[in-house]
């Protein structure tokens, strides 16, 4: 076998794997919820403890839910609260619950043809993003072309609603001290992936502003971002 053909397959083994990952990272999107929060002020954590219970009677006990409430008790021991030994003890009950619908189809159409051009891009990309370049191969300067590819593109796919609910009540006197939602709309749902990231899109500024609702975004690093409305 001759050097040239032997380089070649070695680049062909090294571009493989190479592909793969730019595509899997081309595709990551950072995780996104609308967070509404409404707050009186909360006592100030020196001493505080607090406990998490299921708001939703049947999920009390569950491994799951159990699951969940250590994330939710991170973050709550993150802004200086000490997690109590039990309910009965805690200066805070923290009622948290979740959930994730059974999903709609949404149909998006764009006239990537099955040989656009990857740098430059479909036509319908164009008018959602206001990209430059937006236009299909086989669509360029206002003609189609059957053999250079373009035509609609069109694909289903499933959308799932998940969200979570979160209260704190002083239990010396029942008094509501927080109320919080966060929801968001992904194609996945798998609980134990989304509320992790909408227990931290609501835990991001906490408490926020009381009567607000902001757009919460989670990079792919792992950092939050509060956009300044």
Do not use: H
């Amino acid at each position: 076998m001759n050097t040239a053909m032997t380089s070649l397959k070695s680049f062909a083994r090294l571009a493989l794997p190479l592909a793969m990952v730019v595509g899997v990272s081309a595709c990551a999107t950072p995780f996104k919820a609308d967070v509404s929060r409404f707050a009186v002020q909360l006592p100030a954590p020196q001493g505080q403890t607090f406990a998490v219970v299921a708001e939703d009677p049947k999920l009390a006990g569950g491994l799951e839910f159990a699951l969940y409430a250590d994330v939710v008790a991170k973050e709550m021991q993150d802004l200086g609260y000490t997690r109590a030994a039990s309910p009965e003890t805690a200066n805070l009950l923290v009622r948290f619950d979740y959930g994730v619908d059974n999903g709609r189809e949404r149909v998006r159409t764009d006239f990537n043809g099955p040989f656009g051009d990857p740098f430059i891009g479909g036509f319908g990309r164009f008018g959602r993003f206001g990209g430059f370049g937006g236009f299909n191969r086989g669509y360029a300067f206002g003609f189609y072309d059957p053999f250079l590819g373009g035509g609609p593109n069109v694909r289903s796919y499933t959308i799932y609603t998940s969200g979570i609910d979160l209260k704190i009540d002083r239990t010396a006197d029942g008094q509501r001290l927080f109320e919080g939602k966060a929801e968001a709309v992904s194609r996945s749902n798998r609980l134990p992936n989304l509320v992790p990231n909408l227990v931290d899109a609501i835990f991001t500024d906490f408490p926020g502003g009381s009567g607000e609702t902001v757009r919460i975004t989670i990079k792919d690093d792992g950092k939050t971002v509060r956009p300044v409305e």
